[in-house]
């Protein structure tokens, strides 16, 4: 079943469960000033309040479009009243729409669902480069300066979080709740085989060992 992933800078996002329509299933998530807390598989929508407590919805706006792992949401200006300028701000800060708050689920699904019928989804960033580390979602294949490195899908998902926060302390729970592993439970220890897999994986196609631990937090992925 395809993934629709709705993000919501709002307290909505914590609240709404996920909604499953013509073999798709849309689920919602919270965005915070730093991007998804999570991968992001598949078509991604943005919601982005006008007034937020940490920034303003323009520069979140334009974070978004300056991150590779959102660069292609379709974003969506929450306006506090119909105001021309606010449109234009909006639309000039990389918003593909805008609508009139307050937002409810099925306001936010409804648009969804008709953007999509119309054709206007925009699709998920095909790759993602960071020095000698290419990765391919389209392919499902990363490669070290071109060597090809041989990985499970499990671990392929685990190094795309983990370059996609590099020079950050992961923990465990971090890295559980990233890959969208919460349910079921999963042993934080489960975390160490995995990184354990990717690393010999890594340097077998010659990337070293940039994965580093750091006792009793976690793990980071050094950019060198």
């Known amino acids: 079943m395809d993934v ?3 993000f919501l800078t709002g307290e909505l996002g914590e609240s709404l469960e996920d909604f499953v329509h013509d073999q798709r299933r849309f689920t919602f998530d919270r965005l915070g000033p730093d991007g998804p807390r999570r991968l992001v598989e598949g078509p991604m929508w943005a919601f982005i309040d006008w007034v937020m407590p940490e920034l303003a919805g323009l520069e979140m706006c334009r974070r978004l479009r300056a991150d590779p792992r959102t660069m292609d949401a379709h974003v969506t200006m929450v306006l506090e009243a119909d105001d021309a ?3 234009r701000r909006a639309l000039r800060a990389g918003a593909d729409d805008y609508v009139i708050g307050p937002l409810t689920r099925t306001a936010v699904l409804d648009r969804v669902l008709a953007l999509q019928s119309r054709g206007s989804e925009r699709h998920a960033t095909q790759k993602f480069e960071l020095g000698a580390l ?4 389209a392919a499902l294949q990363a490669r070290w300066a071109g060597e090809p490195i041989t990985l499970r ?5 685990l190094l795309r ?8 302390v992961l923990t465990r729970e971090d890295l559980i709740a990233g890959l969208g592993k919460r349910e079921p ?4 220890r489960t975390v160490d085989v995995w990184i354990g897999r990717l690393r010999r994986a890594i340097k077998a196609a010659g990337g070293g060992n940039p994965l580093r631990t750091v006792r009793s937090l976690g793990y980071v992925f050094d950019l060198g």
Request: negative net charge; hydrophobic residues 35%; proline residues 11%.
């Open 4 to 6: 629709v992933n709705i």
């Open 85 to 87: 300028e606010d449109r």
């Open 134 to 137: 290419v990765i391919d979602m």
């Open 153 to 157: 899908p499990n671990e392929f998902r």
């Open 161 to 168: 979080f983990l370059a996609e926060n590099p020079n950050k």
């Open 185 to 188: 439970p999963i042993d934080e």
